[in-house]
């Protein structure tokens, strides 16, 4: 039968029709799957995997504590006990002030200072908790006699810097880079976009109604869905804030220079002007403004312009939390808690802070002399010289002593060099100063990076060159005398040899002359940022800013070692050679170990009181190794791994 031209044009009309449906289906298949994989893309910038599980620390290797100032950060009352949790961890007491138990940071919970405390019933828990914030590890619960943590995967998740339980079970977090997160039981995500890549002071309030206080954006206030912004252009004494407080429709933020009151979320006045506002605490009637260093201030707030009550605030200095319970309040200072009584006018140290053997907990330079006698440089505290007769701790602070950077003993001399950033410092073995040298003593700059010997004489890094001591005076050379550049961080010599490590790049120096520069450019180093170096054996092991250490052999030639070079930073001259070992401290992914007889690396985090490693040293078959959060020590033995 021959079809008709009719059937035939509806047979095509047939077949177009289904082409024109596959073409649709694939068509809404294709965008379905774009707009699902955006929708998946945008969902995952906002939201943060986690693992929450029992807290089980693992097994210190052998690490002790040399015992540092315990420092209060925050107090929080729960089940009839009185925590308080500080850089070294977290302290448990009875009403009376009896410590019951102590955690400490890499040891009974991770190795990251405690920042923040507070109770609550989270969603993903059926009783209260005591939560604790960690400088760098995310979230632990703890219900009174074990831990869990809630740990995001990625770092800019876990660098809390405060948090806020609310009523629905959620806990809001503030962060340094992602904002404010909130965990729900199930996700940790963004709260809000606009609280997004900010770095987050404080925080009060609730979900719908959240105060947030930034490091240089002032304070942001999220209600109803918008985000309203105040900065000194608002009104707010300084966009660096501190501390919030809430009281009715009144909200307290606590600034380096003073306190700015808000009335129903609208900017009314500042009180307190020109103080640095570290604590808040509200009441109808009065605020009480915490200080850096004037103590308490009782603020009557009936007044018109708000008046200071008087009071003996004299003890109390670096306030860190103010508080109530009961019809008392609190201050958390540095240094132990106070408490003020209803209708008192002076407040009483109800908590001291424990005594310690070292002056401070960051660490900056170690060094042993000859005499056995430990030094112990710090970031901004001077340094402590420990005698190995268990004498009184002799503590040296000054405007020179104070930033250390690096402590070299001679070893034929009586003499102890300590680079600081206000010059170069000599000392007796006693700890008495014998001189000071400057620009003004004809050193290229101040700010000394590291010292070695070298010559008949020492050479000095500092961030405009080098300056060499000897017979004939002081003389230095930069790069217009062929250094690769003038930012000197580390130095390391052996024999004839100094090796000036830079900001851009590894200068080869040879009887004070520049023999040979490396570069990215010009070999196979990783990265020109040049942290650390130092003599092991017939090679040099070099330190950097983010490629880990690079072995660097006699022909001039760098390598990489499996388990050391990579996205590493190497903290400044954190790095020590012995017969056994090599030693590389780093900047948050703690100790580097090189057996130098099997020639594998090592990685060590366990037992550490932080994992910023920043200084070594050997003594007396120990091992010091020096953190921004503490000193610990371990037997040699225990690290030939």
């Known amino acids: 039968m021959k079809r008709t031209l009719l059937d035939s044009i509806r047979v095509i ?26 929708s998946e893309q945008v969902q995952s910038a906002h939201e943060f995997r986690f693992a929450s599980h029992s807290l089980v620390m693992p097994v210190n290797p052998g690490f002790e504590t040399v015992s540092s100032p315990q420092r209060f950060s925050q107090a929080a009352l729960f089940r009839d006990r009185l925590y308080v949790a500080g850089p070294g961890g977290l302290w448990e007491y009875d009403p009376a002030g009896v410590l019951l138990h102590q955690y400490t940071v890499g040891g009974e919970v991770p190795s990251s200072p405690l920042i923040a405390l507070a109770t609550g019933v989270l969603s993903d828990s059926h009783e209260s908790e005591l939560l604790i914030a960690t400088a760098n590890d995310g979230l632990l619960a703890f219900n009174g006699s074990t831990f869990r943590q809630i740990r995001p995967e990625k770092d800019e998740a876990r660098s809390v810097t405060s948090m806020l339980p609310v009523a629905s079970g959620h806990l809001l977090f503030g962060t340094k880079k992602r904002g404010v997160l909130a965990y729900d039981g199930k996700t940790i995500q963004a709260l809000h976009p606009l609280l997004d890549g900010i770095y987050v002071t404080a925080l009060a309030g609730t979900e719908s109604d959240l105060w947030v206080g930034t490091l240089d954006r002032g304070v942001l206030h999220l209600h109803a869905g918008a985000v309203d912004e105040f900065s000194e252009q608002q009104g707010l004494p300084d966009r660096q804030v501190h501390s919030l407080a809430l009281s009715g429709d009144m909200a307290y933020v606590g600034t380096s220079t003073g306190v700015a009151v808000f009335d129903r979320g609208q900017f009314s006045r500042v009180l307190a002007a020109g103080v640095l506002t570290t604590a808040l605490f509200a009441t109808p009637s009065v605020l009480y403004v915490g200080s850096e260093d004037q103590g308490v201030l009782p603020i009557v707030l009936e007044a018109r312009h708000g008046n200071a009550l008087s009071g003996n605030t004299t003890e109390l200095a670096e306030i860190r939390q103010l508080f109530q319970s009961g019809e008392n309040t609190y201050a958390v200072a540095r240094d132990g808690i106070f408490r003020l009584a209803p209708h008192a006018r002076s407040w009483n140290r109800v908590l001291q802070s424990s005594g310690a053997v070292l002056s401070d907990r960051n660490v900056s330079a170690l060094a042993a002399d000859r005499n056995g006698q430990l030094w112990v440089g710090y970031f901004d505290r001077g340094l402590d010289l420990l005698s190995s007769d268990n004498r009184p701790v002799h503590h040296v602070e000054d405007e020179h002593v104070f930033c250390v950077n690096r402590i070299l003993p001679e070893s034929k001399a009586a003499i102890v060099d300590v680079a600081t950033a ?45 300056t060499f001591l000897d017979a004939g005076g002081a003389h230095s050379m930069y790069a217009f005398h062929g250094l690769v550049n003038n930012h000197v961080y580390a130095l390391g010599a052996s024999g004839d040899d100094l090796m000036a490590g830079t900001l851009g790049g590894l200068s080869r120096l040879t009887r004070g002359d520049v023999r040979v520069n490396y570069t990215t450019a010009t070999s196979s180093l990783k990265h020109n940022w040049i942290t650390a170096v130092v003599p092991a054996g017939s090679e040099w092991m070099v330190g950097t800013y983010g490629a880990g250490v690079l072995g660097l052999d006699a022909s001039g030639r760098f390598h990489s070692f499996e388990g050391a070079s990579g996205s590493v930073v190497i903290n400044p001259n954190a790095m020590l050679v ?14 580097y170990l090189y057996n130098r007889q099997s ?21 007396n078959g120990f091992i010091y190794v020096g953190t921004d959060n503490g000193l610990v020590r371990i037997p040699e033995q225990k690290l030939h791994l």
């Open 13 to 38: 009309a047939a077949s177009g029709l289904a082409v024109a449906i596959a073409v649709a289906v694939v068509v809404g298949w294709r965008s379905s799957r774009a707009l699902r994989l955006a």
């Open 422 to 466: 206000n010059g170069l410092v000599r000392f007796d073995e006693a700890g008495s100063v014998e001189q000071i040298l400057t620009r003004a003593d004809g050193l290229i700059a101040d700010h000394v990076t590291d010292v070695v010997r070298y010559g008949d004489g020492l050479a000095l890094a500092t961030p405009a060159g080098l």
């Open 578 to 591: 012995t017969n056994d070992v090599v030693l590389a401290g780093t900047l948050g992914d703690g100790l």
């Open 599 to 619: 020639e594998r690396w090592t990685s060590i985090r366990d037992g550490l009181p932080s994992l910023n490693v920043t200084a070594f040293t050997q003594l």
